[in-house]
């Protein structure tokens, strides 16, 4: 009795969970592809902030040694993200660039000083805390002044800090949207079947055993519905990839295998959690409640 009713449920349900790994693969790749547009967006303040640098300005005479020797222990300071080393013929060399004139040719001396551009990591970008960086910094021998764009520096930190706060939100009412969706898409898919769960209950099925098909038909169903909406994304990035290089960062392997996972993962478990709790509330109802839904 046990193996007939369990082809007849596994029949009864092959056609209903066709359009839930649709329509769950459709509302995964909506996620992946607001997953790479969050990503984009998360990657620009950190883009910005590595454009705004605390630089800082040698001693005439210092000597190149010493020079290294500077770099090196600011390389070893914990706000460290990124350092760029400029000699004072290559500050000359570029100022002249930007001049049009040799001016080292007609001062006969070059009167720029060595310096040092450093690049904040994120979590110490901040108002509060650059202060204390400077301070720190003019502390090394060798260290003449230590220079930043403060009105800017002030605007970025603000602006990125509000951008984090914006994307925290989106990607909680995305997920929110997209675990509703899924859900209200296995509800109606079961919802079909409230009268197949009640003749189970009726023949002496248990609540264990009614469950067992419909769960591990959720799992196959998500993992079917993430296949199939992470290579309808990979479709979509060999489109964009052309043409939107430039703007969006699309090669970043390591990003795109958390990104392909999370969608295997989210489809196989809010599938696994909705059907449980559905199935589990169709096993509870008397009969004559099923006409109610």
Known sequence: ??????????????????????????VLFLLGVVGILVYNLNRLPETIRNQIT????????????????VLAIIELKEFVGKVKYKSKDEIAEEMSGELGVDFIKLLDENPVSSRIEISLKSEYFSVERIEPILIEIKKIQGVKEVMYHKSLFEQVA????????????????LLFISVFLINNTIRLAIYSKRFLINTMKLVGAN???????????????????????????????????????????????????ALFSMMLVLGSLINF?????????????????????
């Open 1 to 26: 009795m046990s193996l007939k009713v369990k082809k007849i449920v596994s029949s009864r349900l092959q056609t209903s969970y066709l359009s839930s790994v649709i329509s769950t693969a459709l």
């Open 54 to 69: 605390v630089s800082v300005k040698l001693e005439d005479s210092i000597t190149d040694r010493s020079a290294m020797r």
């Open 158 to 173: 603000a602006n990125t800090k509000n951008v984090s706060i914006i994307i925290l939100i989106f990607v909680g009412l």
């Open 207 to 257: 609540t264990t055993f009614i469950r067992t098909p419909f769960l591990a038909a959720s799992v196959w169903q998500g993992l079917i519905s993430g296949v199939i909406a992470i290579f309808l994304l990979l479709g979509l990035i060999m489109i964009l990839k052309n043409d939107f290089s430039n703007i969006l960062e699309l090669t970043d392997a390591k990003m795109f295998g």
């Open 273 to 293: 959690i909705s059907t449980y709790i559905i199935v589990t509330k169709y096993t509870k109802i008397g009969a004559d409640d099923l006409w109610e839904g």
